[in-house]
């Protein structure tokens, strides 16, 4: 269990290569004993930016403050705070922050990341089965 203000917890510069005035605050990870996932809110100053990648496993974020948009291949998609996005696994993307105020917003990542993209056979012949068939 655990119960704090996020402003109690460490407010730690993002190292990643190609960031710029972004920060982490680790809220619920696993030196909290969370068996599942972690809470993270970033914050980026005006100007600021996550670096731009991809990963195998999906982001769940929640706008809590400041302008911004997620930036991706296929474009600019901009948010405002009480806007929830979600990235897909292997969607290369970045975060930037569109406004004159710190962007603050939540990201929920899994702890157990996937190794790498696995696809399903789609075919219920190829694995023994037939549909009750």
Not at 12 to 39: C, H, Q, Y
Request: one cysteine or more.
């Amino acid at each position: 269990m655990k119960l704090k203000h996020y402003s109690d917890v460490l407010l730690e510069e993002v190292t990643m290569e190609g960031a710029k005035n972004a920060k982490i605050r680790w809220l619920i990870s696993e030196k909290d004993k969370a068996p599942n996932f972690a809470m993270r809110m970033f914050e980026l100053e005006p100007g600021g930016f996550t670096p731009y990648h991809s990963h195998s496993w999906e982001h769940e974020n929640f706008i809590v403050e400041g302008e911004g948009a997620l930036v991706t291949e296929d474009g600019e998609l901009p948010f405002k705070p009480g806007d929830v996005i979600f990235v897909d696994p292997f969607m290369k993307h970045n975060y930037k922050n569109m406004g004159d105020t710190t962007l603050k917003f939540l990201c929920l990542v899994p702890l157990d990341k996937p190794a790498k993209q696995v696809k399903k056979n789609v075919n219920p012949f190829a694995a023994g089965k037939a549909n009750n068939c």
